[in-house]
């Protein structure tokens, strides 16, 4: 990997490479861009299969951070961090307070969270070591599980898309196909069902299926056949790069929303949707609820004001929608086009419309 050229070309600012030798920790800190404030993204734990393989989850991640922020309307930069490591045995007090005086020697140009891998319980420990963290227990300033405020950021982007899609706003009698009822799936099945819509379910563990079912009536398919349901929305709720060659031929939907993070297999499958007439929601622009939840925290910033943010998930998804049909694009490019605008006005000059997959 030519590691200059890349952060050239995405216009990283920094990169921290990280390792003590007592503790053993080995860790990446990507530094995207601090135009809108300082980088604030999670911190993964992950045994990757190289260390390159690493650096490059760091980057990816870390670019999209910068993008999620800037379109949720946060002033915070994009950055992340990726600990190798083995989640199961490597997660000790000193390695992460380890990594906590490594993000403390940034000086706040990176704030850090839980992410993949690593919980409350590990942020915590960093918080021992720097200020610049958040994702924290109520103990020591945070104000817990992001999933909750995920799952209204994806309702409310979803009541959006059914209303350009469908011409109406109420989810009375949709149907609505959820794949992965984790933390996020859970929460947005109850707003779902609350609002009156009808459920399809799939999980691959039984026992969220059978909650599902009973909680919320909801119907449920295997894994697989939930590409080919016949419904109003497809919510991918579990794994990113869903949406590819092999399954949007077979989706029989009008609307994609969910909170999974880069469901787009590659970048030409948002054209793919839009030839096929689904409305794709973007995934990072539906899915800020958590970040903005966690860039509330930081900031302390009351919870009803965090619940009105999140809310206005809406007319984002609206402004992104204006901007596809106006400018002839498909809505993930609109997505792109948002932040890169917002980051050129930040940086006083215009922004190079370029799509932000790719890493
Ligand atoms: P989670 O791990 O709690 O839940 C994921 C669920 O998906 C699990 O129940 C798992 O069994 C299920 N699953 C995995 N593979 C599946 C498959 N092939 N078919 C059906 N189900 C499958 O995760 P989460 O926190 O609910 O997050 C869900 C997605 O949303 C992830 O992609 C995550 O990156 C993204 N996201 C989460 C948050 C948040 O606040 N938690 C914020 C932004 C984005």
Redesign the pocket.
Known sequence: MELFTEMTRWGFEQVVFCHDASTGLRAVIAVHDTTLGPALGGCRMWMYPSEEAAVRDALRLARGMTYKAAVAGLNFGGGKAVILGDPRTDRTEERFRAFGRFVQALGGRYITAED?GTTVREMDWVRLETPFVTGTSPDRGGAGD??P??ALGVFQGMRAAVREAFGEESLVGMTVAV????????HLCELLHGAGAHLVV????EE?VEEAVRRFRARRVE?EA?FDIPCDVFAP????GVLDDRTIPRLKCRVVA????NQLAEDRHGFILRERGILYAPDYVV?A???IHVAAQYKGEPPERVRARVEGIYETVERVFALAKSAGIPTHRAADRIAEERLAEGRGRTAPHGPAVGL
């Open positions: 993949v992001p999933s405020m995920t794949q992965g009822l984790g933390s996020v799936g859970r799939t999980d691959l563990r969220a894994a939930v709720c579990a794994l990113g969910g909170s999974a993070n899915n609820g958590g970040l």
